[in-house]
T-cell receptor
């Protein structure tokens, strides 16, 4: 039973570029959330997708957008990258009221 | 606004010692969930426990135990007879009832030395 899988594992981008991160939820899960974890900090909630719609959003600018596909997988897009966007991006999935299951994350470095 | 504070940034103990990780939270909600997650070097957050706000019973799972005290807004985590494999960063988190939107603390880096 595959858990939450994220790709790529690592990514290096230049300031001003755009990036897309991908997530496949755990089998049987239909809700996907994204979190940003800066070095030495706790994760911060970006947004959550359910039934292909953004249901909840944290305090992140519109440069952060997402999408959920009919197979429940999800993408996180970040436009106009800033140095401060360098972080570990974690995807989590759930179904109903079950606890979140997290992936290993994508380490994004913006230079 | 919700807030979680983990005052201990780093803890280092010798194997087999007991260790307690502190967590204090703030919320205006009357119903909410509290969580503990473990983050090993691989980066994945591993779920350890979820408690709801109206269940203050302490819980024990093997070497792990949790003490929830609503009166002091605390949800502390104790590892008994620690092992090297317990070394990781541990996060306490809070979410509103019915919303899977977790607010995490800063984390406590726990190092168990052989």
């Amino acid at each position: 039973d595959a858990g939450v899988t994220q790709s790529p594992t690592h990514l290096i981008k230049t300031r001003g570029q755009q990036v897309t991160l991908r997530c496949s939820p755990k089998s049987g899960h239909d809700t996907v959330s994204w979190y940003q974890q800066a070095l030495g900090q706790g994760p911060q909630f970006i947004f959550q997708y359910y039934e292909e719609e953004e249901r909840q959003r944290g305090n992140f600018p519109d440069r952060f957008s997402g999408h959920q596909f009919p197979n429940y997988s999800s993408e996180l897009n970040v436009n106009a990258l800033l140095l401060g966007d360098s972080a570990l991006y974690l995807c989590a999935s759930t179904r109903g009221g079950s606890p979140l299951h997290f992936g290993n994350g994508t380490r994004l470095t913006v230079t | 606004a919700q807030k979680v504070t983990q005052a201990q940034t780093e803890i280092s103990v010798v194997e087999k010692e007991d260790v307690t990780l502190d967590c204090v939270y703030e919320t205006r909600d009357t119903t909410y969930y509290l969580f503990w997650y473990k983050q090993p070097p691989s980066g994945e957050l591993v779920f350890l426990i979820r408690r709801n706000s109206f269940d203050e019973q302490n819980e024990i799972s093997g070497r792990y135990s949790w003490n929830f005290q609503k009166s002091t807004s605390s949800f502390n985590f104790t590892i008994t007879a620690s092992q090297v494999v317990d070394s990781a960063v541990y996060f306490c988190a809070l979410s509103p009832w019915g919303a899977q939107k977790l607010v995490f603390g800063q984390g406590t880096r726990l190092t168990i030395n052989p």
